[in-house]
């Protein structure tokens, strides 16, 4: 044993000694020395190539552009794509900034320059309202030339440091504004992350509502990669918002939550019955694509992209497209987008969520909504490519491909030896030239209206199709946004509007397909979710939602559904798993409709509330520390706190954060629990209150204020509140710490020095205001402090501190200095803090990371 460890510390000083650094880069003169240096360090390097001939044949054959278009389209996609960025309307200095952009940037840039392209270097987006969306188009060689562009590149990563500003892609812009989102509809974003639409739709639902308030609406954001869900919540974090919750699922498996005693709970009110039923009033269903519309931000898509790539998602993207109209309210609209320009990806889909929906779904024409907004009509007619070969319909197709290539990916959506389906009458599906002994299809009786946006119009058999001819689908497609690169020097994005005129009927539509590949295939099974267990018949109520008659609903049709019989009963999400058929959200497909099983399955289900790796959510009812709290800061009767406080830790004694909720998130977390906590819940709720550790035991209240917090909190703050004038206000933000006796305005001093040690909210004084009439709006400028027994010092970061700093000097005019000579002067040490109860200042001016603590 020990000469192996002798021989094996020589082997390994023997390697390091001859082995060569491949991490040890050249320094930067001896590169300069050498003019080849740079080709001969990596030989291989070469630009990223903007051709892929295979790219260029497959769309000039799909027809996404005329053909005197083609060469102005592709020239465009090889251009880099210009930067966009929106301002947040949710920032306090939302309006500044635009008046710093139109008066200074652009006037500036318009006595600089003679070119009018570099006059139209920064523009606002005619089609988003409000000029809050804004467009730059300046190369680096432009930036470093034009003293201008330099200061506005140096104002974007400050501003977008600190949260006033969002940069997001153009495109990407355009799905929530289709949404028509109002303060109290409940929203869903399927597939949320990096977080820029969830962020759109927060300050939509939030817009026109006065400080201090909430709207009466929620956005529920879900994403299925935990990782990806804490970027989401980095992103959200500067909403500042108590009506958000971030989730962490599969979009297609999104859970059910629906909490019915029985069957007679339908007759409740609107209002109650909302509270055991979740469905949402608008979905957003931006699902994962090939991506080939971002081929101008990500050239690299040139060399990866293949034709296989978006029939590959197909089937993905239709069950996440379904379960979204499924969790849709009656009335309600979903946007389907992705940025993708393939048919398979985007047409083909929205073909297929119309013909599963039978009637029940309707494609809206928005043609007439963001007029300025260049678009193109969707197509009708496509094409397949697979394994290089051309496929005008599923007929086409190889026998060994059809568990690829997919009936639903063609525009008329049939399958080899499928009957005609029309949806006009009373209909029944059965597999055509089946044996008396082969399985046959369910049986499905329905009604449904015969509707040219609803049903596609009556399709031939599969032995009338021609090899030769191209399918037409009969749905109107041209209803769907096609927005392409050279149309207003973007990228390219796809959407489509839904409205959901009536619940989806319980119809297994793709069960008469792979009935039909089945005698093809004996292997393939007629439903992926049924396996050699025993399979028990549940009949299934047609229950729906509140904006159902309840009398309707009960009488509803009945459909027998073979389930996968499970200890657990934990088929819950009601989903249209793959190429089977879909329930409506408001049923559950498991025992818990069942009255007299309630009990033991509510039960069980319980038992399933505790995710690996995810901190619970628990209602903090600590009344000792609330009323220490509320006594603290003077906190208005009229501020609710009980109720609306969630922490992350059961042990209330060890409590690090709590959090503000909304009205509505708290009915989404009651009903969490009541069903088992099936939402799998990685963040939710407004930081407000942080603990503070002590020195002085004696201290009434052991929680300081959140930054998050304070807009909400604020108008209703009556103790431990001070106004500044500017010039003390101005000193605080620059200096972080100043004694009581060096404030410029001595009485400031001593008022400051007459509150209670501990957190303090400081308020810039506009005009006479004084501590007893202080009013709060929009406008109103406040940051948190900490009272020491000789000082006062901000609790904010150096980078909020700062920017802080610089909107005072735009607004009123009033600070001298140089933005050179304020970064230095925000650099000068300051001296220790005295006597300050907390110890050290470094938590202040770190930025919390607030994910899931």
Known sequence: MGGGRKRGRTQRRHFKQSRENVWKHETKQSRSDDPSAEGESNPTWQPFATQNPGFEEYYKEQGIVPED??????????????????????????????????????????????????????????????????????????????????????????????????????????????????????????????????????????????????????????????????LLIHQTKRMCTANLVVTNHEAQHFPTCSFMKDHEEIFKGEEELSKS???????????????????????????????????????????????????LKVGGKMVYSTCSMNPVENEAVVAEVLRRSRGSVKLLNVSNELAELVRRPGLKTWKIKDKGLWLASYKDVPKYRRNVVLPSMFPSGQSYGETVISGDLQKKTEIVGSNPGEEKAPTDTYQAESKPEEVSSKIVSSEKLDGDSEEISGFPLENCMRILPHDQNTGAFFIAVFQKLSPLQVFPINLVRQSTESRHHPSAKISENLDDEPKQEINLSNVQDEHNNAAAALAGSTVDIAVKQSTDISVNDAVCTKDEGFVEAGVSNNKEIAPAEIKEVKGKLQTQGKWRGIDPVVFFKNQTIINSIRSFYGISESFPLEGHLVTRNSDSN??????????????????????????????????????????????????????????????????????????????????????????????????????????????????DQTTDDIVVDASTIAI??????TNLSILLSPADGQELLERLAVRFGSWPSTLSEQHEVADIEIDEVENLSTGSMKDYDAVDEDIAS
């Open 69 to 230: 278009e083609w060469e102005e389209f592709i020239c465009v996609l090889r251009k880099p794509l210009p930067a966009a960025f929106r301002i947040n309307l949710s920032g306090q200095f939302c309006k500044d900034i635009m008046l710093q952009l139109e008066n200074d940037f652009i006037q500036s840039l318009k006595a600089e320059v003679n070119d009018v392209c570099e006059m139209e270097a920064i523009r606002p987006l005619p089609w988003y309202p409000g000029k809050l969306a804004w467009h730059m188009n300046f190369s680096r060689m432009q930036l470093r030339k034009n003293q201008t562009l330099e200061r506005f590149h140096e104002f974007l990563k400050q501003e977008n440091e600190v949260g006033n500003i969002t940069r997001q892609e153009a495109v990407s812009m355009v799905p929530p504004l289709f949404l028509d989102v109002h303060p109290d509809h409940h929203v869903l974003d399927m597939c949320a992350a990096p977080g820029s639409k969830t962020f759109q739709l927060l300050e939509m639902i939030h817009q026109s509502i006065k400080p201090g308030l909430l709207p009466n609406g929620l956005v529920i954001a879900n994403d299925v990669d935990v990782q990806r869900c804490n």
């Open 277 to 327: 039923n979740l469905q949402f009033d608008r979905v957003l269903c931006d699902v994962p694509c090939s991506g080939d519309g971002t081929l101008r931000k990500a050239p690299d898509i040139w060399r990866k992209w293949n034709a296989g790539m978006g029939s590959g998602l197909h089937r993905l993207q239709v069950e996440i497209a379904m379960r979204g109209i499924a969790l």
């Open 654 to 767: 060890h409590v690090k954060r709590i959090y503000y909720i909304s009205k509505s998130v708290h009915n989404i977390l009651q009903l969490n629990i009541q069903i088992g906590e099936r939402l799998k819940i990685t963040s939710v709720g407004l930081k407000i209150f942080e603990r503070q550790k002590l020195n002085d035991a004696s201290s009434p209240c052991s929680f300081r204020l959140s930054s998050e917090g304070l807009p909400l909190l604020l108008p209703y703050i009556s103790k431990q509140i001070l106004c500044a004038s500017l010039a003390d206000f101005q000193h605080l933000l620059q200096y972080r710490t100043i004694k009581f006796a060096d404030f410029v305005d001595a009485g400031f001093g001593d008022k400051v020095s007459s509150l209670i040690s501990g957190c303090c909210v400081i308020i810039l004084k506009e005009g």
């Open 784 to 789: 948190i402090c900490w009272k020491g027994k």
